[in-house]
């Protein structure tokens, strides 16, 4: 793994800006404390702090190597002095070696070189110290974003799994009660049963070319469960009638895919199936405050038998919805006086641009 220092820009420049910051610092203690001259403070500062700052960048690797999921507390720490006494026993050596070198003859700046020797090896053994704790951070942070990141797109791949599987539970639900319907038209109506096959196609064809999508507008959803809606109007002829109240701007809303449909089934099925009266199915789109509130209702027959269902359409889309917009409130159905009532809001801030 590259040090981040070395591959990031930013990172390098705040650790060459801490190393300017300590090297102004020691010139300043050199020049105002220890008395030496300006030159030889600024001289002294700039060996020994580069020689510290080009160490700093090699410890990126011992403390990667050394991490706390390979080995003990204890052994890390161990590890760790030891490094720190070579690394610092280098660094003064280096710097003693290169200063002594540089003021051969200046016999009092290497009598208190050699005098600084003790206190510059402990400053070296903190700096080191200094530098892994901040390398540990680095890298338990790099990894904490890394695990967060990982497990965002492995919820995103599942959410979207389960989105799609929900989904496709909706084209099985309907062929089978389409099937059922052109099965029953057979023998008695050829004619209707090879149009309301027809049709079916239409609709399937339809369906399939937009199934990756998980929104769709809502001009585009109405077409399609009309399609659905005319496929069922070949065996139910004037049993039923369909109506809609659409207010302006409600077309573009996105909605989830394949979210009509299954109410008008519905609709059909425990309505139109039972009633021995024409039944209307009526569609509204209204904006609600934050959200586009739309509602499917249907009249029913309350004397009639219920009809017995497995609940996929219902249950499929509370699921979507809860999925799509983590919201659990954004379907509600009620019976009330002969009438069915499917209400479903959209958030009217996930259409806004």
Not at 79 to 102: D, L, P
Not at 181 to 187: D, E, G, K, R, Y
Not at 322 to 345: A, E
Request: some cysteine.
């Amino acid at each position: 793994m590259m040090n981040p220092f070395v591959k990031n820009v930013k990172s390098f420049s705040v650790y060459l800006i801490i190393w300017i910051f300590i090297f102004l610092l020691h010139s300043s203690i050199l020049y105002f404390v220890i008395d030496l001259s300006l030159s030889l403070c600024l001289t002294d500062s700039l060996i020994f702090n580069f020689l510290f700052f080009a160490l700093g960048l090699s410890l990126w690797y011992p403390t990667k190597f050394i991490s706390f999921e390979s080995f003990s507390v204890l052994k890390i720490i161990t590890n760790h002095i030891t490094a720190a006494f070579i690394t610092s026993g280098i660094w003064i050596f280096v710097g003693y070696f290169i200063s002594s070198q540089v003021y051969i003859y200046d016999f009092q700046y290497l009598k208190f070189l050699f005098a600084s020797l003790v206190w510059r090896f402990f400053i070296g053994m903190f700096f080191y110290f200094i530098i892994v704790a901040l390398n540990y951070i680095i890298i338990y942070y790099g990894n904490f974003q890394e695990k967060v990141l990982k497990e965002a797109e492995l919820k995103s791949l599942v959410k979207e799994a389960e989105l799609k599987s929900l989904k496709y539970q909706i084209n099985p639900h309907f062929i089978f009660n389409s099937l059922n319907s052109i099965s029953a038209l057979t023998l008695s109506e050829p004619e209707l049963a090879r149009e309301m096959t027809i049709n079916l196609s239409s609709f399937l064809r339809k369906t399939l070319s937009i199934n990756e999508k998980q929104k769709s507008k809502l001009c585009d959803e109405l077409k399609n469960a009309k399609l659905y809606l005319d496929i069922e109007k070949i065996r139910f002829g004037d049993k039923f009638t369909y109506s809609e109240n659409i207010s302006e701007g409600c077309n573009d809303l996105e909605v989830p895919n394949m979210i009509l449909q299954p109410i008008f089934e519905n609709a059909i099925k425990h309505g139109v199936y039972e009633s021995l009266e024409p039944v209307n199915i009526h569609f509204t789109c209204e904006e609600q405050l934050d959200y586009m509130k739309l509602t499917i209702t249907n009249n029913y027959d309350v004397e009639s038998a219920p009809h017995k269902g497995e609940g996929i359409g219902m249950s499929n889309i509370q699921s979507r919805l809860r999925m799509i917009y983590n919201q659990d409130n954004l379907l509600k159905f009620s019976k009330n006086d002969g009438i069915f009532t499917v209400t479903i809001f959209i958030p009217w801030e996930d259409n806004k641009v």
